[in-house]
Every structure is written in C-alpha cells, then in structure tokens.
C-alpha cells in the first residue's frame, strides 16, 4: 500500500467535520483552512509521543491512537477551549495493515468523542514517532493561562490522582485485576477534561494540565505566577483501587507520578463559592495559593517545585 | 544542559513577535494563542523531516534550520498566504550544544526572512525528526486551492527547476564548482516564494509548490481540478548552471525532481492579461490546462501523472 492509499484508506475518514465545527477545507491540499466565529481566538498545541520514550515499544496500536489525541487535546482542556480540530504527522517504519487499522480506530474513537476533525497531516517513513497538533476556539481573552494564580487562591483538581502512574507497574500482566484494570485503563485511555475546561473558564485563575505529576505541573502555575502554595496530603483526590494497589505509596505517587491527564485549577474564593455545585463537584481542593514562593506539603518545603520536579528529556539522559 | 534550559536558550529568541502579527501569546503555557483580523482565514500545514529519509545523516544544522522552515512555509506560499507563525516538535538523540546552535541559528535565519515568529513546540528525546506546523492568513475565500484550474487556464512556474535534484550529486563536495555551489544554495537553502504567492492569489485558479517535481505536484491539480495538461518542454526554465552541470538530462530534471519549491500557478487567460507586469516577470508560462484528462510533454503522454510519480514514502520501501 502507499502512501497515498494509506492516507485514503485509514485518515481520510476522520476528516468528517463535527457539527459547527470552524474547519472550512481539511486534508487534501497544501494547507487546511479554518474559519473562527467574531470574537473568539484559536489557541494551538503541538505534542510528540516517541515510542520508547513516551509508550511503551510494540504498544498497542489502539491505545495509541486514543493516547496520542488524549494526550495533545489535555492541553485544550487546560487552556479552557472548545475543541476543533487537530493535525497529525505520522512517522512509521512500515505500512503495517493491522497497525494502521487499529491505530486509526483508536485515533476515531478519540476525535469522536472529543469532537476534533483531522485537518491535514503528513506521513513519512521512520522510525515511529506521532507529533499531533489540537486546535481549539476561546471566546476573546478567556483562556485559562498558567499566570493568573494570586494568594489566597484555593487549589483545586479533577478526578483522581496517581492511577496512571501506578499502572506502569500492570503494563505486561496479561490478567490484570480489577483494581490493576481500573488503573491500566486510566493510562491507556486519558481522558482529557475538556468539558470541565470549557466550564471552569469563567471562574479558574489560572490552570494546567497534570501531565508530568501535580509537583511539577503545579510549579509551572507557581513559577508562571510568582507565588508559592501550600497542599495537604489529606486532601488529595485517590482513587480505592489506587489504595488498594499501593497502600501507603498512594499519596507519593498522587503527588509526583504523571500522564493522569487531570486539570490543577486555581479559583479565587468568591468566584469559586459563585461556580455551578455541577462544576465544584468534579473538583477537589487540595490547598491555597501563598504570597510567599515555594511549594509546601503539610508545612513542608517538598522539593524543588517547577522545571525540576518532573520529566525532562535531556536530564535523565545526561 | 536540561529541556527547559534547551528551550530558553535556543528557541525562546525566536518567538518574538513580528510586527503585526496576529500571535497573542506565544510559547510557555499549555497552548500558543492566535488572534485574527475580521475577514481573515487561517490556514494552516504540518511537515516532518526525517534524518535519513529527508536529509541526510550528519547534515549541517545551520541548513536543516533554514529548510525544516522552508519546506514548510512553502506551503503557505502555494495558498497565496500571509505568514504568521509556526510550531516546532523537535526530536533529537541527545542535547548537542553545537548542534543545537547551528541548528537554532539556521531556524533564526529562516523565521526572520519569512515573517514567522515561534508560537510554541515541544521537545523530545528520540531519533532526529523535526516536525513543524505554519500558520498563515489569507482574506475570507481567497486561498488558492488545487482544484480550480480549468480548460484553457495558462500553467505557469516560479524561478527555475531542477537545480536542487541536480544538487544531490554534489553533496558530499568539499570544493564544489561555481555551479555546482549554486544547485547545492538551492538545495540547502530553499526560498519558498511566499511574496510571490500573495501576489499571485486574487489572479491564479489553482496552485500548489512543487516539493516533489513538476510532473508529480501539477498531476495534484489536474485530479483535483479533474482537468488534463500540456507542456512544452521548451519552454521549462532551466538554470544555466543546471544546463551546464547536466546537459541533455537538465529538463528530465526539471520535470521530475524535487526539493526546489517554486510555485505551480495555473491563470485564466484574462486574469494573466490583468496580473501586474511585476508579477508576470517571476513565472514563466510551460503550457495550458485541457479538459481531456492526461498530461502531455510536447504531444507526448508523459506517464502516470498524480500521487504515483513522485515520491512516495511506503511505496519505495515495498
């Protein structure tokens, strides 16, 4: 099959564009085109997932397919946006049938619950690599940005935390059980918070998205912010299964583990106290933000904060 | 050296805004934030170079900066658009400081001249594949597209062709000829025509920049426009350091190598007769689009046209 066969075959589909959705011309020319309503900017984010790196080798092609769009359309629910549509730029050994076909049914089922059309993309022969870039739409100066946090601000995120990390543990078990299940789902299928994004936009200070552990992503709000915070472990969000699995580990896997795919929120009070319960209730807080720099943990100093805290590329390597 | 330090100090410098540029926010936070006049469309192309696959192993990283930014702003220029701004996802084995700073100062070059400011990336630890997006504005409805070129229009190209396939005999020269020198400029240091392309846009029916040879990118039209062509292959522009390096086989290489990104532009007559004299002097006119299907070189058919004469990544492999 060629290149242009593969792109027919498995892409092509994915084009089909959602309802109201501002992509004017998707795949099939130099550039796509997108047409936003009066009033609102685009926000953008590109993200590459190396195999080896960032999923495991011979991982499976359906996971990838939701992981990868999951992973690139988290930073649209951190920013706030209404999802529109995304590119994707494809590096792959081989034309593998089986591989495309069920990476492409993972990749679908991702665009169509999260309601992005594929606009373009570019495949290219290596080794396997997936950049995507996600678009979204904000209405005028209402993205949620890393550098709104002011003290006296509460901290506050979704879901649960540490599930994804602890799975790592399960990648190979062939019977996983119910609780190693419960967590393996929450790597291989993120769920971007995209809904409660575009909700919390009104009230959030400022937001991220916990990719690489609530430490470090956190800090990036703090170091953007230029102030400190103030968690209690108490209060962080852990699943039973995440309990069950770890026991007393929960909390440090909560606090430094990554690819959960939860939003870190800060509200200022009385914006928080007028939010809709629908909202408050997917929320968790879990601390205060503080004039004072650094990031304490039941009134301990936990390390260095920001950049360091987390997954860097190039240091673990060196 | 650490990711983040990497990205303050190679890639930061590039994110300054151009004048007038509709990037709000730039790199730092989850998402890069684009602003658009009333009226404008974005458009928008994603590429990925591959060491090895696009470029050569070892090759200089000042010349990959300039060209991962070239090969895609190319494509803005065949939409006839305005550049904005661009993504970076850069892949590489290791933090090399040397390299990276040839590599970001080839980018620097190459962001400057073109008018794109840097609006976000993402860096990774893997095999050396670079991916960039480019976004572009073009007024509501304007964009050259591939599909409108219609029975009678003129085809016309930009500069001359050929020069960069002719250079990849010369690569590994260390004292490369005069000539030789000038068809390697045209392969390291590609100048994607993009005033030309926004010159051209209220005149030209169709367009596309031709990155995989003539033959190959005008077949892209022809099925898209669902027209015929025919050329006269006397009239191909041919550098006289091409004819001279190459001899008889310097139209082959015009009509079928790639990696010289000049622009196929496709006129109705009446609208070439209109276009400014200062536009005309750029192209050189090779033939006219005909309804009957098929792609004629001076009476001749000239083999499979579209997606199967150029270059085709899994094709080749199998």
């Known amino acids: 099959m060629g290149e242009f066969d593969l792109i027919r075959r498995y892409f092509l589909p994915l084009a089909s564009r959602q309802q109201g959705s501002s992509l004017v011309m998707g795949p099939g020319d130099d550039c796509a085109i997108q047409r ?34 999951a992973v690139a359309a988290s930073d649209l629910a951190a920013m706030g946006a209404q999802p529109e549509c995304f590119t ?4 792959l050994p081989k034309a593998d049938e089986d591989w495309l076909e069920g990476f492409a049914r993972g990749l679908a089922e ?8 594929l606009a373009g993309g570019d495949t290219t022969a290596g080794p396997l690599t997936l950049t995507l870039q996600v678009h979204g739409t904000v209405s005028r100066g209402n993205a949620i940005c890393r550098n709104g ?23 190979s078990e062939t019977e996983p059980s119910a609780d190693a299940a419960a967590v393996l789902e929450r790597y291989h299928r ?18 991220i998205d916990i990719s690489d552990g609530l430490l470090a992503d956190l800090g990036h709000i703090l170091e953007a912010s230029e102030v400190g915070a ?3 472990s108490g209060s962080l969000p852990l699943s039973p299964a995440l309990v069950r699995l770890t026991g007393e580990r929960a909390p440090e896997l909560a606090l430094r583990a990554g690819d959960d795919y939860e939003l870190c929120l800060t509200f200022p009070p009385e914006r928080w106290e007028s939010a809709p319960e629908a909202l408050r209730r ?26 360091d805290a987390g997954f860097d590329h190039f240091r673990r390597r060196q």
């Open 88 to 91: 994707l730029a494809l590096t």
């Open 282 to 307: 997917q929320l968790t807080v879990i601390g205060t933000i503080e004039a004072a720099p650094g990031l304490y943990l039941d009134g301990t100093d936990c390390g260095p904060s920001g950049p």
């Open 230 to 232: 103030r968690l209690e």
């Open 149 to 171: 946090a002011r003290p006296g601000d509460l901290v506050a995120v979704s879901g649960t935390l540490g599930d994804a990390g602890a799975a790592l543990a399960y990648l």
């Open 190 to 207: 993120p769920q971007p918070r995209l809904q409660l994004g575009v909700a919390a936009a009104p009230f959030a200070s400022a937001g």
């Open 36 to 69: 936003l309503p009066a009033g609102q900017d685009l926000v953008f984010s590109i993200d590459t997932l190396v195999e080896g790196v960032h999923f495991p080798h011979r991982y499976h092609p359906d996971y990838l397919g939701w992981r990868s769009l």
């Open 110 to 117: 991702a665009a169509q619950a999260f309601g992005l059309a």
